[in-house]
């Protein structure tokens, strides 16, 4: 692998055409750390950013034998580290519109004071908890709980098997039970609300 390491860009693609996985592991040390950075400096998260550079090699390696870069790889692996980017925007807006619509749907009197405070309260604590799952586990989540897809969906949807999407849904369902831990009794009852009405 050490002599992979002096070559051009160009010449590891095509060594990765041809299946050789020493190609990619030095594709991947090379542009690692400049991507990490890249998705860091949008996303303000390191786990978020590592997930997404993740899925942005995956996905080389995968497609693999049609990628045809118009110019060099490393903007390639640039331009769809961005696309990676914006989906997670994306999910996080479609996250936020419905975490309103649960507020609204809650039918608290809007006149009550104490009622104001504990749902502006609830909803900062909501999405500050989901901004600290990973990427995947966030959409596939989302995907569930508020676009009520099966399990067989999601997966179809994100191409993970349908135990990767219930180990993602156990994971959040947990963690997020844990950041509500000690809440007050009506951040627990809406908490409720959410997860299992």
């Known amino acids: 692998m ?15 055409k041809l299946g050789k996985e020493d190609a990619f592991v030095v594709i991947y040390h090379r542009y690692w750390e400049c991507l990490i950075n890249a998705a860091y400096q949008r996303l303000r998260s390191r786990s978020d950013a590592e997930e997404v550079v993740q899925e942005v090699f995956v996905n080389l390696y995968l497609r693999r034998n049609e990628i045809e870069p118009k110019s060099t790889l490393e903007a390639y692996l640039k331009t ?32 009550a004071v104490d009622d104001e405070l504990a749902i502006r309260e609830f909803k900062l604590s909501v999405l500050s ?41 156990h994971k959040a369902m947990f963690f997020l039970r844990e950041e509500f831990k000690g809440s007050k009794t009506f951040l627990t009852l809406v908490f409720w609300y959410l997860f299992y009405k």
């Open 2 to 16: 050490e002599q992979h390491n002096k070559l051009t860009d160009a010449d590891l693609l095509a060594l990765l």
């Open 129 to 169: 908890a989901c901004q600290k799952l990973p990427q995947k586990c966030r959409e596939v989540f989302i995907m569930f709980r508020f676009e009520e897809l099966s399990h067989k969906e999601i997966a179809l949807r994100t191409s993970i098997s349908v135990s990767t999407v219930k180990k993602h849904l």
């Open 80 to 111: 769809a580290l961005k696309y990676k980017v914006i989906d997670m925007y994306r999910l996080q807006q479609l996250h936020y519109k419905h975490i309103d619509n649960l507020i609204a749907e809650t039918q608290v009197n809007p006149q």
